[in-house]
C-alpha cells in the first residue's frame, strides 16, 4: 500500500484532539489581546523566503520544498509564517490601518529536514506577529501572551529564554569580531560554516555541526549580548522590565541567534525540560527590517511561532491530555432496512444540536443497543415502522434503561437537558 510520505503525518483522533486543544487555547489568547486571523497561502514566490528568512540560513539553503511550476517560476512551500505574514501587511496597505496590526495564524509548514521525534517535514505552527510598533511593551507583549498560552495549557516545565540579537550595526560588530575569532580555524570548521565565514558569520553559532559546536566551546566565543549598541541596550532593558512587571519568568540567555536572519533586537525561544534533543517548543523575535527585504512599506514588528506536535509533545511528557473527543449522543437504529431513509431523516432533525448517527442496516433490539455501546453513545434511538408513521422515536438511556417516545425536538430537549451540551 502506497504510505504518507516520510516525515508527514495523518492526523485524526486524540493526535488532532492535542492540535485542536493547543490552537484553541492560543486562539482564546490571541483574539482576547485584540488579534485577528490570517491565513496566508501554502506556498509564495521563494523570494518571499530567500530574502526574509536570508539566503544564508540552513532554512533556505538546505530545507525549503522548492519547485518550478508551469509557468517557470519559482515557487517554495512555506517554511515559517511570518514572511508570508509580513507580506500580506504590505500587498493589502495595513499600514494605514489602526496601528499596531495584531494578527495570528494556525496552519502547516513545510521544511525539509531528516524526520526524527519532535521534527517533520510537514508540521504545524500557531504563530503570532504584531506589526507597525517599535514599543519594547510589543515585545513583552509577545513574549507574554506566548509564555501564557503554554502556562494555560497545563505546562510547567517550560524555560523561557530571552535575549537580543542586536540591531544591525551590533551585528556587524559581532560579525567582525567572530570573522576575526574564527578564521585562523577555517578548516577546523564545516564546509557550510567555512562558507558562512565569509557570508553570515553568525549563522555558524546555530549550525547542527558537532565539531563547529565543540570549537566554538573551546574558543569560548562571546556572546552577541555583550555587542549590543546603546540602543538595542536600551530596548532590551525596557523589555526586561516590563516582563519582570507582567510577572512572566524567564532567563537571560546571552546566546540566542535565531536560525532566521530577519529577526533584530528581540529574541526569544521556549524550551522544555523533558523533549530532549528537539526541546523547542517555539521562538520569536522582532524582525523590523523585514518588511523592506520582501520589498514592502517599512514596517516594524514582533513575533513568535511555536510547533504545535512539539507542544503536545510536551503535553504528553508531562501528563495533560487534552479534552476528550465529542461522544455519540445517540444512535439510531431502524427495526426493518426499509426504515433506513426515516432513520437518516430522524437524524437530520436532531443535527447540529445532537451528534446523531444511524444504522444503514435494520437492527433487533438487542443488537441495536451493543452497537450503540460500541460506539460510546449514550443513548440508542429505536425506529420501527409505528414511531415512523408517526413521528417520534424510542429513545433508551444506556446507562439507567428509562425509556421515552418522543418527538425528535422532543429528543434534543431530553438529551440536552442532561448536560450533554
Ligand atoms: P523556528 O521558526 O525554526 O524557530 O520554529 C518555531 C518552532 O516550530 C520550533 O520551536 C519548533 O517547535 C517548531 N518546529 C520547527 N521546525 C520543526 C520541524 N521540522 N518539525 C516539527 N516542529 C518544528
Known amino acids: 500500500m502506497t504510505k504518507a510520505v516520510k516525515g508527514t503525518h495523518d492526523l485524526f483522533g486524540e493526535a488532532l484532539r492535542y492540535q485542536q486543544a493547543i490552537v484553541g487555547t492560543a486562539r482564546s489568547w490571541l483574539e482576547a489581546a485584540g488579534a485577528s486571523e490570517i491565513a496566508t497561502p501554502i506556498f509564495e514566490k521563494t523570494e518571499v523566503f530567500e530574502r526574509g528568512v536570508g539566503a544564508s540560513t540552513d532554512i533556505v539553503q538546505k530545507e525549503m520544498f522548492t519547485f518550478t511550476d508551469r509557468g517557470g517560476r519559482s515557487l517554495t512551500l512555506r517554511p515559517e509564517g511570518t514572511a508570508g505574514v509580513v507580506r500580506a501587511y504590505g500587498e493589502h496597505g495595513m499600514k494605514v490601518w489602526p496601528q499596531p496590526v495584531k494578527l495570528w495564524y494556525a496552519g502547516p509548514m513545510f521544511r525539509a529536514e531528516r524526520p526524527q521525534k519532535g521534527r517533520q517535514r510537514q508540521f504545524h505552527q500557531v504563530g503570532y506577529e504584531v506589526l507597525g510598533s517599535t514599543h519594547p511593551a510589543s515585545d513583552a507583549e509577545a513574549v507574554s501572551l506566548s509564555y501564557f498560552i503554554l502556562r494555560d495549557l497545563g505546562l510547567t516545565r517550560t524555560r523561557l529564554k530571552l535575549g537580543s540579537v542586536g540591531d544591525a550595526e551590533s551585528r556587524q560588530r559581532y560579525n567582525q569580531y567572530l570573522r576575526e575569532l574564527l578564521t585562523p580555524y577555517e578548516s577546523e570548521l564545516s564546509a557550510d560554516s567555512q562558507r558562512r565565514l565569509q557570508t553570515n558569520p553568525m549563522r555558524i553559532l546555530d549550525s547542527k555541526s558537532d565539531t563547529d559546536q565543540g570549537l566554538l566551546k573551546r574558543l569560548g566565543v562571546r556572546p552577541m549580548l555583550d555587542f549590543l549598541g546603546p540602543a538595542a541596550r536600551e530596548h532590551f532593558d525596557a523589555v526586561r522590565k516590563i516582563l519582570d512587571e507582567l510577572g512572566v519568568e524567564y532567563e537571560i540567555d546571552p546566546t540566542i541567534v535565531r536560525g532566521l536572519d530577519y529577526y533584530a533586537r528581540t529574541s526569544w525561544e521556549i524550551h522544555h525540560d523533558m523533549l530532549g534533543a528537539q526541546s523547542a517548543l517555539g521562538g520569536g523575535g522582532r524582525y523590523d527590517g523585514l518588511s523592506e527585504l520582501i520589498g514592502g512599506p517599512p514596517s516594524p514588528g514582533v513575533g513568535w511561532a511555536m510547533?504545535?506536535?512539539?507542544?503536545?509533545?510536551?503535553?504528553?511528557?508531562?501528563?495533560?491530555?487534552?479534552?476528550?473527543?465529542?461522544?455519540?449522543?445517540?444512535?439510531?437504529?431502524?427495526?426493518?432496512?426499509?426504515?433506513?431513509?426515516?432513520?437518516?431523516?430522524?437524524?437530520?432533525?436532531?443535527?447540529?444540536?445532537?451528534?446523531?448517527?444511524?444504522?444503514?442496516?435494520?437492527?433487533?433490539?438487542?443488537?441495536?443497543?451493543?452497537?450503540?455501546?460500541?460506539?460510546?453513545?449514550?443513548?440508542?434511538?429505536?425506529?420501527?415502522?409505528?414511531?415512523?408513521?408517526?413521528?417520534?422515536?424510542?429513545?433508551?438511556?444506556?446507562?439507567?434503561?428509562?425509556?421515552?417516545?418522543?418527538?425528535?425536538?422532543?429528543?434534543?430537549?431530553?438529551?440536552?437537558?442532561?448536560?450533554?451540551?
Open 307 to 421: 510547533g504545535i506536535e512539539r507542544v503536545a509533545l510536551a503535553m504528553q511528557a508531562e501528563g495533560v491530555s487534552p479534552a476528550p473527543g465529542k461522544r455519540l449522543d445517540i444512535y439510531i437504529a431502524p427495526l426493518d432496512a426499509s426504515l433506513v431513509p426515516a432513520a437518516l431523516k430522524a437524524a437530520t432533525e436532531l443535527w447540529p444540536r445532537l451528534r446523531a448517527e444511524y444504522s444503514l442496516s435494520a437492527r433487533k433490539p438487542g443488537k441495536a443497543i451493543r452497537e450503540a455501546e460500541k460506539r460510546g453513545a449514550a443513548y440508542v434511538g429505536l425506529l420501527g415502522p409505528d414511531e415512523a408513521a408517526s413521528g417520534v422515536i424510542t429513545v433508551k438511556k444506556l446507562d439507567t434503561a428509562e425509556q421515552r417516545t418522543l418527538t425528535p425536538a422532543e429528543v434534543v430537549a431530553w438529551l440536552t437537558e442532561g448536560g450533554l451540551e
